[in-house]
């Protein structure tokens, strides 16, 4: 199926044609990365604009954090974090494209009437939220769609498939159909790596990136300083970088449009060598 290489947001077409980088901004005291929480007005900032600088072109930011060791927030906690600093990073960066990283209806819709958010990142699928799907089509912002089996909390014990590949297919031709039913056409998709798979499912799932094009969406690969990379390498999240930057790579020619990270620099050039190796002459 042809590539969708565009998605509207707020009536200007993002190109896609090139893949993008997705800045992580976690709001959060307690995600498993700690050099990506920010939780006042002035770290935020700073951190945004850094990202921005080294060449982000979207921002998501992250009230909840997905830790499975992390309880689960209200939507009023997490509301009032928000309000705490979107604030101040839209009227310091009012060029810039936001994403919300939550799995409220309530918390998507806020973010988007209030500030300007323009794209809604649910790790659920609409799983913790039935108003999700139908909050986003009524809002006509784009949806990224991940797939995940019960909860941040629960989602380690969810990790059995009859057949891995074949079931995150089912799981998003169905709620592909689900929301192109409400009008939805601008979705993204997320493997979700690290969520309710094992470390070898991760891996098998990364082998099988190119075949996610079936679905015709721009894909969303997120493996930044995640557990399948220290755990299989005996390291921390904080010696993690060199091994994201070569996970990227592969997602990268595999078909992956935009990489969700914590260190903008790094993706940036790995997406610019990627085009250098697109555009050289073949060997001979």
């Given amino acids: 199926m042809e590539q969708t290489k565009t998605i509207n947001i707020r009536g200007e077409l993002l190109d896609l044609s090139q893949p993008l980088v997705m800045g992580i901004a976690n709001i959060t005291p307690d995600s498993f990365f700690d050099k990506s929480r920010k939780q006042s007005e002035i770290e935020a900032v700073e951190h945004v604009g850094k990202m921005i600088a080294q060449g982000a072109s979207i921002i998501d930011i992250g009230a909840q954090s997905s830790n499975p060791k992390s309880p689960l927030i209200s939507v009023e906690e997490e509301s009032e974090r928000l309000r705490k600093v979107l604030p101040t990073l839209t009227k310091e960066f009012p060029k810039a494209l936001f994403s919300i990283d939550t799995f409220y209806s309530q918390v998507a819709k806020m973010c988007v009437e209030e500030f300007g958010v323009g794209i809604v990142n649910d790790i659920s699928g609409g799983q913790m939220d039935e108003d999700m799907f139908g909050t986003v089509a009524q809002l006509k912002v784009p949806y990224i769609l ?23 297919f089912f799981y998003f031709s169905k709620k592909i159909e689900t929301l192109k039913l409400l009008g939805l056409n601008d979705i993204l998709i997320d493997p979700g790596f690290g969520f309710s798979k094992t470390l070898n499912q991760n891996y098998e799932l990364m082998a099988q990136l190119r075949n996610f094009h079936i679905f015709g969406l721009p894909l969303l690969v997120g493996i930044s300083r995640k557990s399948m990379i220290y755990h299989f390498l005996e390291t921390t999240p904080q010696e993690s970088l060199n091994a994201t930057t070569a996970l990227n790579m592969y997602a990268l020619q595999h078909g992956a449009s935009i990489l969700r990270v914590h260190d903008v620099k790094e993706a940036v050039e790995t997406i610019k060598l990627f085009r250098k190796l697109q555009l050289s002459e073949p060997i001979t």
């Fill in 146 to 168: 991940m797939h995940m089996k019960g909860t941040p909390q629960t989602m380690t014990q969810e990790t059995h498939y009859k057949h891995l590949t074949q079931d995150i």
